[in-house]
């Protein structure tokens, strides 16, 4: 079966930094086949994307409110993708997803095939 874990996550002070990380196996295709987003969700809000990443790493985007602070990349021949996120504020609290889309670019979250449990991410004032 497909299984994809994140990691990284924890508690952080306002300004601080985390590196996020996605690992996924059981995929029927090599992990370079898979555009990989990362998403994260609030309690009582819906999920949204921040962050894609195509499968060369050559195409990125991110949601308005995070460019300049998070940065997504991969390691194709770890089977991993990564999220740092630097200068981390207290609206960044959230579950936080990894998940991967087969011939897709972009941000919706119906959109995207595999997904992770979450790993949470708590920034303090």
């Known amino acids: 079966q497909v299984q994809v874990v994140e990691s990284g996550g924890g508690l952080v002070e306002a300004g601080g930094s985390l590196r996020l990380s996605c690992t996924a196996s059981g995929l029927t295709l090599t992990f370079d086949a898979y555009t990989v987003g990362w998403f994260r969700q609030a309690p009582g809000k819906e999920r949204e994307g921040i962050s894609y990443?195509?499968?060369?790493?050559?195409?990125?985007a991110y949601l308005d409110s995070v460019k300049g602070r998070f940065t997504i990349s991969r390691d194709n021949d770890k089977n991993t993708a990564y999220l740092q996120m630097n200068m981390l504020k207290p609206e960044d609290t959230a579950q936080y997803y990894c998940?991967?889309?087969?011939?897709?670019?972009?941000?919706?979250?119906?959109?995207?095939?595999?997904w992770g449990q979450g790993t949470q991410v708590t920034v303090s004032s």
């Open positions: 998940a991967a889309a087969r011939l897709y670019l972009g941000l919706r979250p119906g959109d995207y095939n595999y």
């Open positions: 990443i195509n499968w060369s790493g050559s195409r990125t």
